[in-house]
């Protein structure tokens, strides 16, 4: 194998590995909802288009 293969694996290898690093340090600046607050909010929205629906049925 030529040197130049050699060293476009080793580059592509670390570009691999800074971006997944770059990747971490993003998401661990990221602030993730509860479960709880999440379980709320989609209770909140499927109320609300259930009255959606219903005042639609009531048009047609």
Do not use: C
């Not at 590995?17 to 340090?25: A, G, R």
């Not at 909010?41 to 009531?58: A, M, T, Y």
């Amino acid at each position: 194998m030529s040197t130049g293969w050699i060293i476009a694996i080793i580059v592509i290898a670390l570009g691999i590995i800074v971006s997944n690093i770059m990747l971490v340090k993003k998401t661990a600046k990221m602030k993730m909802p509860s479960l709880k607050d999440l379980e709320q909010e989609k209770q909140k929205n499927e109320g609300s288009q259930n009255k959606n629906q219903g005042s639609n049925e009531d048009k047609g």
